[in-house]
């Protein structure tokens, strides 16, 4: 039972364009939600986060946005940069504690110069 | 500069060792995690322990044992390894309600 998805596993973009990249979740118990980035060979690194009573948040480039009602967040990036390619994972904690992180499988981003 | 280092970057083990991976992490943090990631499936919790000698199991504990001796050190065992445990291994860290920090990862293959 997959409670958080990431439908697309793959994402191309060119470029300067904005990247979106999706995910979806089952549990109405979720409140607070996380981008991580995976460059090959490395560890995930921590990108953006929002709790459950925002709709939105933004830092520089990157901007997720919630939407509690459609349980579903997007990781937005803008402009897209060669540098941005990696998988992106989401993740969501329950209410329950901050320790368990559930998350998706991925998205494989590409950016083309 | 936070940092989670784990011992190995690539390891290949035969059926049937019994094999550690260590991983380190300088932050103090209370909490650390052993996560694997295969392809198609995302990163799913194998152990995670809040505290030196706590451990709880997380999703995918069979097969698997850890130990948390000091509080910077949060080592994953496996006691008799099989070709299904080949993956890629990333142990975290974080203080109570932080967010996780990983380690490189440590990819694993049994023969």
């Known amino acids: 039972d997959q409670q958080v998805k990431q439908n697309s596993p793959s994402l191309s973009v060119q470029e300067g364009r904005i990247s979106i990249l999706n995910c979806d979740y089952t549990n109405s118990m979720f409140d607070y939600f996380l981008w991580y980035k995976k460059y090959p060979a490395e560890g995930p690194t921590f990108l953006i986060s929002?709790?459950?009573?925002?709709d939105k948040n933004e830092d520089g480039r990157f901007t997720v946005f919630l939407n509690k009602s459609a349980k579903h967040l997007s990781l937005h990036i803008v402009p897209s940069q060669p540098g941005d390619s990696a998988v992106y994972f989401c993740a969501a904690t329950p209410t329950s504690g901050t320790y368990k992180y559930i998350f998706g499988t991925g998205t494989r981003l590409k950016v083309l110069a | 500069d936070v940092k989670v280092t784990q011992s190995s970057r690539y390891l290949v083990k035969r059926t049937g060792e019994k094999v550690f991976l260590e991983c380190v992490q300088d932050m103090d943090h209370e909490n650390m995690f052993w996560y694997r990631q295969d392809p198609g499936l995302g990163l799913r919790l194998i152990y995670f322990s809040y505290d030196v000698k706590m451990k709880e199991k997380g999703d995918i504990p069979e097969g698997y044992s850890v130990s948390r001796e000091k509080k910077e050190r949060f080592s994953l065992i496996l006691e008799s390894a099989s070709t299904n445990q080949t993956s890629m291994y990333l142990c975290?860290?974080?203080?109570?309600?932080?967010?996780?920090?990983f380690g490189s990862g440590t990819r694993l293959t049994v023969v």
């Open positions: 929002i709790s459950s009573i925002k």
């Open positions: 975290a860290s974080s203080t109570q309600q932080g967010v996780k920090t």
